[in-house]
């Protein structure tokens, strides 16, 4: 049993808790794993893929008409509709390679500091 951690066993043997020194603590908490940005079980190359991927071609293409459209307040209510939910797609995407790059980086800082 590592020294920085005991383990509290019930009456028929169980692990029911864990007893840590305070530097183990500080690790596990202070890890990116702890981060809720930090993409958990991602290898490298899916969090490359993920940064640099893009909204489907034919996604891109009617965000574009529609945003020219909306430019010469020719939306229909279906249209704006659309809009939004294009936006909000791309929105999203945004975060997730936002993400998918702020893990990377965690990933290359930790690997620096070992």
Do not use: F
């Amino acid at each position: 049993m590592s020294d920085s951690a005991r383990y509290l066993v019930n009456e028929q043997g169980d692990r029911v808790g864990v007893i840590l020194d305070l530097d183990h603590y500080q690790r596990l908490v202070n890890s990116p794993t702890a981060d809720p940005d930090y993409l958990i079980g991602i290898s490298p190359t899916e969090l490359h893929a993920l940064a640099n991927c893009k909204l489907a071609p034919t996604d891109q293409t009617r965000l574009d008409d529609l945003l020219e459209k909306q430019t010469n307040d020719q939306l229909s209510e279906t249209e704006i509709t659309q809009l939004d939910q294009l936006l909000a797609e791309a929105d999203a995407l945004t975060l997730l390679k936002t993400r998918a790059r702020y893990t990377l980086q965690q990933n290359k800082d930790l690997a620096q500091a070992s």
